[in-house]
C-alpha cells in the first residue's frame, strides 16, 4: 500500500466511525458537485453526452485513474460496463473496521455518484451490481446506461388513462431500475375506496415486491403529476434515487385539482434523503389529463 492510500485509508475508518452514511453521502455528493461547477465541463460537450463520456467523467477526468483499472468490458450507443479494480481506500477501511462494502458503497457513493452523472445528464444512470462487489469478487461490476424518460413516462399516461377508464382520477407512475420496469400502476383510491391508493404509492408497493427489497436506491419513480406530500414521502422512505414528473402541483392547482401546495423538491430538502427531482417530462400530455 502507497503512502497516500495509506493516509486515505486512515481518513476513510475515521469517518465511518464517526459519521453516519447518509452525511457522508451528502459530503461526498456536495464535493463531486462543486468540483463538475468548478472545474467540469463547461462548453464543447456533445448534446447529448454519451455513456462513455460519463464514464471517461467519472474516472479519468474526476478521479484521475488509469481506465486500466477501470476496463470496459461491453460498450454500446446507450450503455458501458465496467470492472472496477483500482486501489481503494473505502474497501480497505471496510474491511479493516469488519464493514460490509455492500452497505458502505451503496450508502454513500451510489447517490453521489449519480448527482455526478446528473450535471452531463440525468437520463444517464449509474448502477453497481452488488452481487458483484470487493471483497465479495475480485471486482466492482459497475455501468451506466441511458434511459428514456419520455419513453417511461408514456407508460405512466398509459396508466393513467386505465385509472380514467375505471372511474378513478386519471394519475399513472413507473418505477424503473435501469431498463427494468420494476413497476407501473395507476390510482385506485375512488374504486378500492382507499385514499392512500395514490398511483405513486401502488407503483412503489409493487416496485418493492418485484425486487424483494424495501430499498429502491438507483430507481427512478415516474408520475404524470408531481406526487403528493405523501407519495413524495414515501418514496424517501423507499430510498429512490431519482423522481420524475409530468405536471406540477401548482398548475393541477389551477385546472381545479384538489392538492396540497407542498412541492415534492421542499418535501425533499426537508428528508434525511438524498434524492433528485425533475420535472416537466412530457408536461403539456400529462396536463391535458387534468384540464377536464
Known amino acids: 500500500m502507497t503512502e497516500g492510500l495509506a493516509v486515505k485509508v486512515d481518513c476513510k475508518v475515521a469517518a465511518l466511525k464517526t459519521i453516519p452514511l447518509r452525511d457522508l453521502e451528502r459530503q461526498v455528493a456536495a464535493k463531486r458537485l462543486a468540483w463538475f461547477d468548478a472545474q467540469g465541463p463547461k462548453g464543447g460537450e456533445d448534446a447529448r453526452p454519451s455513456p462513455r463520456r460519463a464514464y471517461e467523467l467519472l474516472f479519468r477526468d474526476y478521479m484521475a485513474l488509469s481506465l486500466e483499472d477501470v476496463p470496459v468490458i461491453s460498450e454500446s450507443e446507450t450503455e458501458i460496463v465496467w470492472l472496477s479494480r483500482n486501489p481503494c481506500p473505502t474497501l480497505e477501511a471496510c474491511q479493516r473496521l469488519g464493514r460490509d462494502t455492500r452497505q458502505v458503497c451503496r450508502g454513500i457513493y451510489e447517490k453521489?455518484?449519480?448527482?455526478?452523472?446528473?450535471?452531463?445528464?440525468?437520463?444517464?444512470?449509474?448502477?453497481?451490481?452488488?452481487?458483484?462487489?470487493?471483497?465479495?469478487?475480485?471486482?466492482?461490476?459497475?455501468?451506466?446506461?441511458?434511459?428514456d424518460f419520455e419513453r417511461l413516462m408514456d407508460l405512466a399516461l398509459d396508466e393513467a388513462g386505465r385509472?380514467?377508464?375505471?372511474?378513478?382520477?386519471?394519475?399513472?407512475?413507473?418505477?424503473?431500475?435501469?431498463?427494468?420496469?420494476?413497476?407501473?400502476?395507476?390510482?385506485?383510491?375512488?374504486?378500492?375506496?382507499?385514499?392512500?391508493?395514490?398511483?405513486?404509492?401502488?407503483?412503489?408497493?409493487?416496485?418493492v415486491q418485484t425486487l424483494g427489497d424495501p430499498d429502491l436506491c438507483g430507481a427512478v419513480l415516474i408520475a404524470t403529476c408531481e406526487p403528493c406530500p405523501m407519495c413524495a414521502a414515501l418514496a424517501v422512505w423507499a430510498n429512490v434515487t431519482t423522481i420524475v414528473?409530468?405536471?406540477?402541483?401548482?398548475?393541477?392547482?389551477?385546472?381545479?385539482?384538489?392538492?396540497?401546495?407542498l412541492g415534492v423538491r421542499e418535501l425533499v430538502e426537508r428528508s434525511p434523503v438524498l434524492v433528485e427531482v425533475i420535472g416537466g417530462v412530457r408536461r403539456d400530455r400529462c396536463l391535458a389529463l387534468y384540464a377536464g
Open 112 to 147: 453521489s455518484t449519480q448527482a455526478l452523472v446528473s450535471r452531463l445528464d440525468p437520463e444517464l444512470r449509474f448502477l453497481r451490481d452488488y452481487r458483484e462487489i470487493r471483497p465479495h469478487a475480485p471486482h466492482c461490476r459497475e455501468r451506466i446506461l441511458r434511459l
Open 163 to 207: 385509472s380514467k377508464g375505471e372511474g378513478n382520477k386519471g394519475y399513472g407512475a413507473v418505477v424503473a431500475l435501469g431498463e427494468r420496469v420494476l413497476a407501473r400502476a395507476h390510482d385506485t383510491a375512488a374504486t378500492a375506496g382507499d385514499p392512500s391508493r395514490h398511483a405513486e404509492v401502488n407503483a412503489l408497493r409493487q416496485a
Open 245 to 261: 414528473y409530468g405536471a406540477s402541483i401548482e398548475e393541477t392547482a389551477a385546472l381545479g385539482r384538489t392538492r396540497i401546495r
